[in-house]
């Protein structure tokens, strides 16, 4: 059985990424998919291991290509999901976490119907520009841009099939590990499994 795609959107700042990272601690058969991006590292990033960093012109080459499954301009720069990342782990049946805004969520529920969409919301705009400026990650340019654009994308999360509001970073995990435990005990995914040891059919 192909792995279970879950992407996981929301606007900068509400936690995808420590989401993310605590449930790669606590959940197996979990990979992350890595994607390019034309923006350059920031912080700690490190390159193939955060996102692929490429310049543009080497992005727009790949989308000439057609190497990406999705991909999207976001604030500024371009985000992709490249085939190459994810297909081998697919196949051989882990499941996938993507990070991708509103756009690549639809893109990839359009490819994958079968995929789960999950937006973290931060518990206020307040705690939203707290937060961003607390991670200290952007300029204060980017930091106004990204408060101004968290309006619109929030609106998005009507289009998911899950929404965690990430006020108790463990109680949001659990969330979303609640979500990725229950899919995989779905009749669907567990079937055939079972009719193989209880010799069912
Ligand atoms: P995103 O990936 O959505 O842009 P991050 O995961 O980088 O967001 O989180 C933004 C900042 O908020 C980080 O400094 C992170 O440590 C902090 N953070 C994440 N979740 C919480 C939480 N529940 N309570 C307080 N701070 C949090
Ligand atoms: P950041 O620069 O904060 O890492 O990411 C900015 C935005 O780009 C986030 O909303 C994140 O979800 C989105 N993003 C990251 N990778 C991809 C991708 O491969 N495709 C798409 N469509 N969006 C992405």
Redesign the pocket.
Known sequence: MTGQIYVI?GP?GAG?STIIRSLRDKTSDLVYSI???S?GPRGKEEAGVH?HFVDRTTFRAMIEDGAFL???R??D?Y???AYSSIEDQLDSGNDVI????P??AK?IKKAHPASILIFILPPSYEALEKRLRERATEEERAIQSRLRKAHRQLMECVHYDYLIVNDILDKASSEAAAVITANRCAKARRLSEIEKIFKLQ
Do not use: I, P
Request: proline share 0%; no cysteine.
């Open positions: 959107s900068s995808k994607s390019h991006t923006r996102y999705e991909w999207a976001v604030y720069d985000y992709g999901t993507m990070d991708l805004d756009q690549g893109n």
